[in-house]
């Protein structure tokens, strides 16, 4: 039943776009009732398509003819289904929280609209059966994203971020689309020569289709395809070294880097490796024997933004700021466990990074809700003016506490060590622990302990950092005279929604897992698992991930409440390293400095000056084309003489000689 209106999931955001967008004004809260109340409908109609699909690994495939062989389709699998579930139900909180949160901003009814189209373009994500159709809504998903982060256009900075996200990520769209047009001429030549059969209602870049093609591309190309495709996720998600515009994005509205970090944008790059994962898988092995070829890529990619973004976050002052560079961090892990797990664990890995995508997603809303509620109280992104803020605060102050244990993977594993009792932790416990495991087995089966150690490194620098800012946002005395007050109903309900979910979403990580392993069976792609021993890691192994975590919370405790060491020293300019860390090891400098001044203007520019002054001016083309214009200009004029009469005459004599050539036409047929 649900089913039937599967495409009602997109279409009810975007219907409420347009509606807001005319006529926002004229509606309660700039019209933001219609935007909750359309994804609360794709929400509902996601649940139920879940409900009538699991546990039974079934599917929804609709399809439309599009142009050139190409289509207009549908896809529901285990795998989209639990994205759009996702989407869907934190993208309604994120929008109830707006209702308070942008409730004194003038430009309500263009915010909520925008919002509605952001959401709407990355189910079209999800939603899409096809490479194709897929990049479309990738690109309206970069679009809303450049208009969201430049809301506060007046603002300089605002602008200059939109721009520099729209920028950056497109180069990661360009390796994209050649990935695209790479696979389509593949899969042609495959089709013309009779060695790929295309069905009558079969459409040749379906993923269906385009998993079919795999065992006949050859590997070399399909290893291009793959890593082009990692260009695209390395953008959109991110990654280093296209990382550097996601921390700037923080210039929008928090409601806006919530959406962005959490339900929307970031996670597309993530979810496009996983879905088209079967061709990751099936690159050859030339670099390292036994690891695919795109897989290691992914995974020291992965491995390294963890720990990398991870570093950084550890001396942002500015609140947002350090929740980006978890972000950042975080989609490095997703990458991880894509590449780890995927070598040695095969389809499993699927499941493992899209738990973590989807904890994450609750704990990381609610850090960014839960920012803004502070943002919202006190006016200022600096936690340095923050302190002491857990007495007139506590609902946000305890949801951000447990949306840190959910970011740092605080829990124990009773069950993994033998002991009578099942695993106890928050959300982000199973999904994090579940990628380290995964991880260390890489390492034992491929003698590359490398990536294991940028795991285990990151989630200790996690664990500081978060810990580091509940520490000085809530706890000692008022650095400064801003007067706070706990948020408004309003924002608080889904905060603590999210805070459960942040609490207890971890416990379905067994049947999660086995839900989406399947999911590339119903396409009849066999992924071949890794066959060795039994994998048995040591009691200290299994608790190391535990141990850092609590390690960092120990350590921050001891630094931003206890003050037991003097820090002035340490942050300091005098510092080489912290010097280095605080100014982002100079990406932006030197984005801005080598790339910006030295190819836009000194190459690019300085080439179309010596063009147009050296090469146009010599050979006058511009003054024969203005010549030119001009007089057939002079011309033209003296036919708009400005007398009506000459216009009927004209329009006249044209209806007449109409009829002539209509009459003659006819006579002479």
């Given at each position: 039943?649900?089913?039937?209106?599967?495409?009602?999931?997109?279409?009810?955001?975007?219907?409420?776009?347009?509606?807001?967008?005319?006529?926002?004004?004229?509606?309660?809260?700039?019209?933001?009732?219609?935007?909750?109340?359309?994804?609360?409908?794709?929400?509902?109609?996601?649940?139920?398509?879940?409900?009538?699909?699991?546990?039974?690994?079934?599917?929804?495939?609709?399809?439309?003819?599009?142009?050139?062989?190409?289509?207009?389709?549908?896809?529901?699998?285990?795998?989209?289904?639990?994205?759009?579930?996702?989407?869907?139900?934190?993208?309604?909180?994120?929008?109830?929280?707006?209702?308070?949160?942008?409730?004194?901003?003038?430009?309500?009814?263009?915010?909520?609209?925008?919002?509605?189209?952001?959401?709407?373009?990355m189910l079209s994500v999800i939603l899409s059966d096809n490479i194709l159709q897929f990049f479309v809504s990738w690109e309206l998903v970069g679009l809303c994203s450049f208009l969201l982060i430049g809301f506060w256009y007046h603002k300089p900075s605002a602008a200059a971020a939109a721009k520099k996200a729209f920028l950056v990520?497109?180069?990661?769209?360009?390796?994209?689309?050649?990935?695209?047009?790479?696979?389509?001429?593949?899969m042609k030549l495959l089709v013309d020569n009779g060695t790929l059969v295309v069905e009558s209602q079969s459409y040749i870049l379906q993923f269906k289709k385009m998993f079919e093609a795999i065992p006949l591309i050859d590997g070399t190309q399909l290893t291009y395809i793959a890593l082009l495709f990692f260009g695209g996720a390395?953008?959109?998600?991110?990654?280093?070294?296209?990382?550097?515009?996601?921390?700037?994005?923080?210039?929008?509205?928090?409601?806006?880097?919530?959406?962005?970090?959490?339900?929307?944008?970031?996670?597309?790059?993530?979810?496009?490796?996983?879905?088209?994962?079967?061709?990751?898988?099936?690159?050859?092995?030339?670099?390292?024997?036994?690891?695919?070829?795109?897989?290691?890529?992914?995974?020291?990619?992965?491995?390294?933004?963890?720990?990398?973004?991870?570093?950084?976050?550890?001396?942002?002052?500015?609140?947002?700021?350090?929740?980006?560079?978890?972000?950042?961090?975080?989609?490095?892990?997703?990458?991880?466990?894509?590449?780890?797990?995927?070598?040695?664990?095969?389809?499993?890995?699927?499941?493992?990074?899209?738990?973590?995508?989807?904890?994450?997603?609750?704990?990381?809303?609610?850090?960014?809700?839960?920012?803004?509620?502070?943002?919202?109280?006190?006016?200022?992104?600096?936690?340095?003016?923050?302190?002491?803020?857990?007495?007139?605060?506590?609902?946000?102050?305890?949801?951000?506490?447990?949306?840190?244990?959910?970011?740092?993977?605080?829990?124990?594993?009773?069950?993994?060590?033998?002991?009578?009792?099942?695993?106890?932790?928050?959300?982000?416990?199973?999904?994090?622990?579940?990628?380290?495991?995964?991880?260390?087995?890489?390492?034992?089966?491929?003698?590359?302990?490398?990536?294991?150690?940028?795991?285990?490194?990151?989630?200790?620098?996690?664990?500081?950092?978060?810990?580091?800012?509940?520490?000085?946002?809530?706890?000692?005395?008022?650095?400064?005279?801003?007067?706070?007050?706990?948020?408004?109903?309003?924002?608080?309900?889904?905060?603590?929604?999210?805070?459960?979910?942040?609490?207890?979403?971890?416990?379905?990580?067994?049947?999660?897992?086995?839900?989406?392993?399947?999911?590339?069976?119903?396409?009849?792609?066999?992924?071949?698992?890794?066959?060795?021993?039994?994998?048995?890691?040591?009691?200290?192994?299994?608790?190391?991930?535990?141990?850092?975590?609590?390690?960092?919370?120990?350590?921050?405790?001891?630094?931003?409440?206890?003050?037991?060491?003097?820090?002035?020293?340490?942050?300091?300019?005098?510092?080489?390293?912290?010097?280095?860390?605080?100014?982002?090891?100079?990406?932006?400098?030197?984005?801005?400095?080598?790339?910006?001044?030295?190819?836009?203007?000194?190459?690019?520019?300085?080439?179309?000056?010596?063009?147009?002054?050296?090469?146009?001016?010599?050979?006058?083309?511009?003054?024969?084309?203005?010549?030119?214009?001009?007089?057939?200009?002079?011309?033209?004029?003296?036919?708009?003489?400005?007398?009506?009469?000459?216009?009927?005459s004209v329009t006249i004599l044209g209806v007449a000689l109409l009829l002539v050539l209509l009459k003659l036409k006819s006579g002479g047929t």
């Amino acid at each position: 039943m649900f089913s039937d209106y599967a495409a009602l999931i997109v279409l009810l955001p975007v219907i409420a776009f347009v509606l807001t967008l005319f006529f926002g004004k004229k509606l309660y809260s700039g019209g933001a009732l219609l935007p909750i109340a359309a994804i609360a409908g794709s929400f509902i109609i996601s649940l139920g398509i879940f409900l009538e699909i699991y546990p039974t690994d079934g599917m929804v495939q609709q399809s439309l003819p599009w142009f050139a062989g190409m289509n207009l389709g549908i896809l529901i699998d285990p795998l989209a289904v639990v994205m759009l579930m996702m989407v869907s139900f934190v993208s309604l909180l994120i929008h109830i929280y707006a209702v308070g949160y942008m409730a004194h901003d003038p430009a309500r009814p263009r915010y909520f609209a925008e919002t509605s189209l952001f959401t709407a373009a990355m189910l079209s994500v999800i939603l899409s059966d096809n490479i194709l159709q897929f990049f479309v809504s990738w690109e309206l998903v970069g679009l809303c994203s450049f208009l969201l982060i430049g809301f506060w256009y007046h603002k300089p900075s605002a602008a200059a971020a939109a721009k520099k996200a729209f920028l950056v990520t497109r180069v990661g769209d360009v390796l994209f689309l050649a990935g695209i047009v790479l696979l389509y001429v593949n899969m042609k030549l495959l089709v013309d020569n009779g060695t790929l059969v295309v069905e009558s209602q079969s459409y040749i870049l379906q993923f269906k289709k385009m998993f079919e093609a795999i065992p006949l591309i050859d590997g070399t190309q399909l290893t291009y395809i793959a890593l082009l495709f990692f260009g695209g996720a390395i953008g959109k998600s991110g990654q280093f070294p296209l990382h550097g515009w996601l921390p700037d994005a923080m210039e929008g509205p928090t409601t806006v880097s919530a959406l962005i970090h959490a339900a929307t944008m970031v996670t597309a790059g993530v979810y496009l490796v996983a879905r088209t994962f079967p061709m990751f898988v099936a690159t050859p092995s030339t670099i390292s024997a036994g690891v695919p070829d795109a897989l290691l890529i992914v995974t020291y990619v992965g491995g390294f933004t963890a720990i990398f973004a991870a570093t950084m976050g550890l001396v942002m002052n500015d609140i947002k700021r350090v929740l980006a560079y978890s972000t950042v961090s975080q989609l490095g892990y997703m990458m991880l466990a894509l590449g780890t797990a995927g070598t040695v664990l095969g389809a499993e890995a699927v499941g493992i990074s899209m738990f973590h995508l989807l904890s994450h997603a609750f704990f990381k809303a609610l850090l960014f809700l839960c920012a803004g509620s502070v943002i919202h109280a006190v006016g200022t992104n600096d936690i340095r003016e923050m302190g002491g803020l857990f007495k007139k605060m506590k609902i946000t102050g305890t949801t951000m506490f447990i949306a840190a244990l959910a970011l740092a993977g605080i829990g124990f594993p009773f069950a993994s060590l033998g002991m009578p009792i099942m695993n106890i932790g928050t959300a982000g416990f199973f999904s994090k622990d579940a990628i380290i495991e995964g991880a260390l087995e890489y390492g034992e089966v491929t003698h590359d302990m490398i990536p294991y150690g940028f795991a285990i490194i990151a989630a200790l620098l996690t664990s500081i950092y978060i810990f580091r800012l509940w520490f000085m946002t809530f706890t000692g005395k008022p650095r400064s005279e801003r007067h706070s007050h706990e948020s408004p109903g309003v924002m608080t309900g889904p905060l603590i929604i999210l805070a459960l979910f942040a609490l207890f979403f971890g416990f379905s990580h067994v049947d999660f897992n086995g839900y989406l392993e399947k999911n590339f069976e119903l396409m009849d792609v066999n992924i071949a698992v890794h066959e060795g021993e039994a994998f048995h890691p040591s009691a200290f192994l299994v608790l190391l991930p535990v141990i850092v975590g609590v390690l960092g919370f120990l350590i921050s405790y001891s630094i931003y409440n206890k003050r037991m060491i003097d820090m002035s020293k340490i942050v300091s300019s005098g510092n080489p390293l912290y010097k280095l860390l605080y100014n982002r090891y100079y990406e932006p400098k030197i984005g801005a400095d080598l790339i910006g001044v030295k190819l836009t203007h000194d190459v690019v520019a300085r080439s179309g000056e010596f063009v147009d002054r050296k090469i146009i001016d010599w050979l006058i083309i511009d003054n024969i084309i203005s010549n030119t214009l001009f007089k057939l200009g002079e011309i033209i004029r003296k036919l708009q003489t400005g007398v009506v009469q000459n216009y009927a005459s004209v329009t006249i004599l044209g209806v007449a000689l109409l009829l002539v050539l209509l009459k003659l036409k006819s006579g002479g047929t």
